[in-house]
């Protein structure tokens, strides 16, 4: 499946990457294609990290959320030495993915040179993504986009300043 398929046989489409690589682009593409936009507010739940993400997936309609169970499987082990999500929790979380007609979205792109040290544990996860996304892979399609270098966004094709307004009323913070 590509991005182009994903948009237009997807109701849900969970998105995530490297700190590095901007989403901008892309959620903006999403908004103007119908899709809600949301994400979960702080940190994930102590107790149960993916409620917040049964919640949301319970919504009905067109469906875009942040991947943060996604981001604690690759940055919980790097910064903390583990995550607070477990493998089942996280394969529960993209066969929910998958049952509500989804798919998950990899963005990548070159991690940013980045000052003390911080270079390696951009690569780090750029490999820990790509270790994550092919063991959800068994589970939900896996959409790659490719954005490019860090902070270049992927480019939407060029829409008229109306339809844009339109499409940020579309933009919603859960």
Excluded at 86 to 111: C, K, M, N, Y
Excluded at 135 to 154: K, N, R, S, Y
Aim: proline share 7%; aromatic share 4%.
């Amino acid at each position: 499946m590509n991005l182009q398929q994903a948009l237009t046989q997807c109701r849900t489409l969970v998105v995530d990457g490297p700190e590095d690589v901007s989403r901008s682009g892309l959620i903006s593409e999403l908004a103007r294609h119908g899709f809600t936009i949301r994400h979960t507010r702080g940190p994930l739940h102590h107790l149960d990290p993916t409620l917040p993400y049964r919640e949301l997936l319970a919504m009905p309609g067109r469906l875009t959320v942040d991947g943060s169970i996604i981001h604690e499987l690759v940055y919980g082990p790097l910064r903390r030495g583990h995550s607070r999500v477990t493998w089942i929790q996280a394969l529960d979380f993209a066969e929910a993915v998958a049952e509500r007609d989804g798919a998950l979205i990899h963005l990548t792109g070159s991690p940013a040179a980045c000052p003390n040290g911080q270079e390696r544990d951009g690569a780090d996860a750029v490999s820990a993504y790509a270790r994550a996304f092919r063991t959800l892979a068994q589970h939900v399609p896996v959409v790659t986009v490719d954005a490019g270098e860090p902070g270049h966004p992927i480019r939407a094709p060029a829409v008229r300043p109306a339809q844009l307004r339109r499409a940020r009323r579309k933009l919603t913070v859960g």
